[in-house]
């Protein structure tokens, strides 16, 4: 019966976008897990301390998503924008 409830087209949107955010969500989590030279999950990294390690830390920070969006405007539409925003269009 509850299924009935939810299951409706109209919920669909409601199901993608919080299926996307949790999709979001998990890939920050194993990005975390798996790159972040502070995370330490076996034994004997942890037992390792603190390591001065800038290298690995900069190449974490400074991902290829980052790189790729640095020189570019921060416009999602520039067309659009620039349609509503000049006055001589």
């Known amino acids: 019966m509850a299924a009935n409830r939810w299951l409706k ?5 409601l199901f993608a976008a919080v299926g996307v955010a949790v999709g979001i969500c998990g ?3 194993v990005r975390n897990i798996t ?4 995370v330490r999950v076996t034994k004997q990294n942890r037992a390792a301390g603190i390591l001065e ?9 400074q991902h290829s998503l980052r790189k790729y ?3 570019k405007q921060p416009q999602i539409m520039p067309s659009v ?3 509503f925003s000049d006055p001589s269009n």
């Open 53 to 61: 390690n800038f290298a690995e830390g900069e190449k974490y920070s």
């Open 69 to 71: 969006v640095r020189g």
């Open 35 to 38: 790159t972040n030279p502070e």
């Open 81 to 83: 924008n620039n349609f």
């Open 9 to 13: 087209p109209e919920v669909y949107p």
């Open 27 to 29: 890939m920050q989590l």
